[in-house]
């Protein structure tokens, strides 16, 4: 499914409304809502909608919050997702951290990805033996990696682990992210892309072309779950309509 917007903010205003939707139907049956969420910049226009447009307070303190992947610096560094989250998500929603199971960047890098990975397998139903989250939201960078699975280091995808240590191939940074098989198990993945300067790649993914099998985020192809694409009208600007 590829929902196509005019803006950033409009693609923001409608995921929010389905990140609220969906959590509001788990809680309703009881069942708690389980969300990894990835970096970057454009989570941070989402998590603003998130709270302006949030009329039930009560909602996300029932909401369990992961990362998809976070970078090994501390929580409070500049480059730290789960900083940029706190300062855009939790602290204006005044959400306590009960149920926020933050990746530890200041930790030995693998270490961390073995204790978030158990962290993960208690917490999380399983299926297929493998944590299902609810809803993982990722981003796509310019060279068509996702969370912090890069081009040159695509064995990530078919990783036996669920989570491992990358590095950013450009600055050398480790990363702790989850694998392919733990992202293509969730119930729900919602690509967020946006800007021209990924047109080409998501045009090349998402009509399947020769050569995109090159890209992390074309291996997205979740078991069970179900896709989505909300994307702006830059990003989308050189997709047929055809394909996926
Ligand atoms: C990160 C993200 C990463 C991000 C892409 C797109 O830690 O940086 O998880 O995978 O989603 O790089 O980033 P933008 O949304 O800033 O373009």
């Known amino acids: ?44 226009v989402l998590f603003e909608k998130v709270v302006s447009g949030n009329d039930d307070p009560g909602l996300w303190e029932q909401v369990n919050f992961f990362w998809v992947d976070e970078r090994c610096v501390p929580p409070d560094h500049s480059e730290s997702n789960y900083r940029m989250t706190d300062e855009t998500l939790f602290y204006p929603l005044s959400l306590r951290h009960a149920h926020v199971y933050r990746m530890m960047g200041e930790e030995e890098p693998s270490a961390e990805a073995e204790r978030y990975e158990a962290l993960l397998r208690s917490q999380l139903p399983e299926r297929e033996g493998l944590p299902c989250f609810d809803l993982i939201l990722l981003g796509m960078g310019t060279d068509g990696h996702t969370a912090s699975i890069f081009p040159d280091q695509m064995d990530l995808l078919q990783s036996g682990r669920i989570c491992e240590v990358a590095r950013h191939p450009a600055s050398g940074q480790q990363r702790i992210t989850l694998t392919g098989p733990v992202i293509n198990n969730a119930e729900r993945v919602c690509f967020m892309i946006t800007g021209a300067n990924k047109a080409g790649i998501l045009a090349s993914i998402l009509e399947n072309r020769r050569g995109s099998e090159k890209f992390p985020a074309a291996h997205i192809t979740p078991a069970a779950g179900t896709l989505e694409w909300y994307l702006d009208e830059e990003a989308a600007q050189l997709f047929d309509g055809s394909g996926r």
């Open 1 to 44: 499914m590829i929902h196509t917007f005019k803006s950033i903010d409009e693609l923001a205003v409608s995921l929010s409304e389905t990140m609220i939707r969906l959590a509001q139907e788990s809680i309703r049956k009881d069942k708690p809502f389980n969300i990894a969420l990835s970096g970057g910049s454009t989570p941070r």
